[in-house]
């Protein structure tokens, strides 16, 4: 009997040995590799018609920014989740529906010029399917806010993530940015990945979503770039990633350009961990950003005095949460700042509240 159990043991063990290899030979196969480099379409979503209306852009103008990581409408103020400290691995429909319609309502509210958006989903399981980025295009450019172009860039494509147990399943996410402004092209450009073989099948490819906005009677450009740096390494990642955004920054300024980059950092910016010191070291912490990583007359943008996240080890609690401030912006020496502000909506939909930012580009 003993024997016949030993023999049914390792017939269960070598299933459960040749399922997990087929799995990681089927992730290997069908694993998201992008170039190095890729062109983005520029969508509209309008008539031909209508292509004449966009908001010309020229030195001297000013314009508001805004930067929100929309946690997939999945990461609202009941969330918690399984990589931070909680238990949950995806939200309900209902929570999905809702945090959407919430997530809209705050960025209409700031009838902003762009739109840096991070962790929009297009064809999720932990989102059922929904298609974001479109959603959000579509209500931000009707009525009187629109007409707004966008681009869009996957930063993870993965049609089976079996992580943790109930498995993440399907995830296609990434960066959108939408702008008032003509945009003449985009790309994405790939961040150096810090995850190895086969962790690396199905996880992240982060990316910079690098925009193009002519500027009327010159030969410069504004460059628009969205970007959403790694959280989960042991922190060379971050710096890898982060090295590789000043260098591209760098390079466009030292064109004549005019360079506004902005998003989830998952870096603290200076100054934030005197005003939200870390808790409890032993859950997830950001890196930090320091002032000499900024060539002179180059600075960030964040306002110190509301957390723009928070740990979802628990659902929110506002007297007991961690919170950061990690989301913000990098302006060129020629891009004034006028003002920032992070805009304190109680994480309600999201574990991110929106920076809002408003500019000027100097003669």
Known sequence: MAKKALKWAGIVLA???LAAAGLVAWLTLTEYKPDAVEELEVGTGLSPAHMYTWKTLTVGDSLTLVSQNTGYAGLGKEADFFMDGGKD???????VVTYENGIVQQLQAQDADVYFLQEVDTDSSRTGGSDQAVWYHGILNDGELGPYCWM?????????????????????S??????RFNVDSAQRVA?????SWPVSTANLKRCLLVSRAPLEGSDKELVLVNLHLEAYDDGEGKAAQTQMLMDLLTREYEKGNYVIAGGDFNQ???????????????????????EDILPDGWRFACDLS???????DRPYDPANSQFYVIDGFILSP???LDSVETLDEQFQYTDHNPVRIQVTLEP
């Not at 990434?174 to 702008?179: K, N, V």
């Not at 961040?191 to 995850?195: K, V």
Request: glycine residues 6%.
């Open 191 to 195: 961040l150096p990945c810090p995850f």
């Open 334 to 336: 020629n891009v004034g």
């Open 15 to 17: 299933a459960i040995v």
């Open 306 to 312: 509301v957390p723009s996240c928070r740990l979802l």
């Open 174 to 179: 990434g960066l959108q940015t939408l702008s």
């Open 89 to 95: 691995v995806a939200p309900t429909r209902e929570q």
């Open 268 to 290: 603290t910016f200076p100054g934030a961990l005197d005003a939200f010191p870390i808790r409890d070291p032993s859950l997830w912490t950001p890196g930090v950003l320091e």
């Open 152 to 172: 869009y860039a996957l930063n993870y494509s993965c049609d089976f993530v079996p992580y943790p147990l109930p498995p993440i399943g399907k995830v296609h």
